[in-house]
């Protein structure tokens, strides 16, 4: 938690200071978001998984504050609702699908896990403000709060084939355990291309990364996992509008 609030700080302080030495703007953006999440989670001891899709959509605000030679400087800050979580890859020691003895059905199971996230980015742009195009880098600090959770399998949990399971997936304690931490936070960072009219707005494409430093069960010694954190690979789709312009004439 320490290292996050110095990462915030930090970045906020960053773009403070370049904006004293900068060609100056103040314009402030309003928009909405969203996209597809795909979503896993690193446990230790490991548990074999695939990517979980999921949806993501909220509102984003950014605040243009400046041009530092070719950077156009901003501070990105989202408002979204987000579905991650993790889905199973059951398998036995040669690699093959476990199959439980009562469907004769491979087994499956995935947690769908519902956060409220924040994240809070700082963003350099290199291209058109105005009119045209703009390739984009942003980087931040991410928190989470968690909503709640819905696990779907197809077998019952009494009935798993556990004679064939290996590692964590043999014990299963994820599959029952419920979420213990409701607090998540982390990195994002973000690559994308934006295009930009003047009577229009702004429409965005980016894909995101993101890499959870929270653990959503507990990790002590006397704990199963001794790492459960979230990891997002988010394409989205942002749309903003301009709500205060600079009247700058260098802006194009």
Known sequence: MRNFLITLVSLLVAMSATAQIGDHRSELSLGVNGGYVMSNVGFNPTVPQSMLGGITGGVTVRYTCEKYFNSICA???????????WKEDILNSD????VNPLTGQPEQYE??????????MA????????KGFQFFFQVGPQIGLYLSDKSTANFAHADRNQAERIGAQRDAVH???AIQRK???G????LGLE??????????????????????????????????????????????CDILKSNNPKIK
Request: hydrophobic share 35%.
């Open 95 to 98: 690699d093959l699908p476990v």
């Open 75 to 85: 501070l990105v800050a989202e408002l979204n609702y987000i579905q991650t979580g």
């Open 183 to 185: 607090f998540d936070y």
């Open 187 to 190: 990195i994002a960072g973000g």
């Open 111 to 120: 947690r769908r896990i519902n956060y409220l996230q924040l994240p809070l």
């Open 123 to 130: 963003r350099m742009g290199w291209g058109r403000e105005r």
């Open 195 to 240: 295009y930009s009219h003047p009577r229009v707005g702004h429409f965005i494409l980016e894909g995101r990364y993101y890499y959870g430093l929270g653990d959503i069960f507990n990790n002590s010694k006397r704990d199963y996992f001794g790492r459960s954190n979230l990891g997002n690979i988010v394409i989205k789709l942002t749309y903003l």
């Open 175 to 177: 599959d029952t355990l």
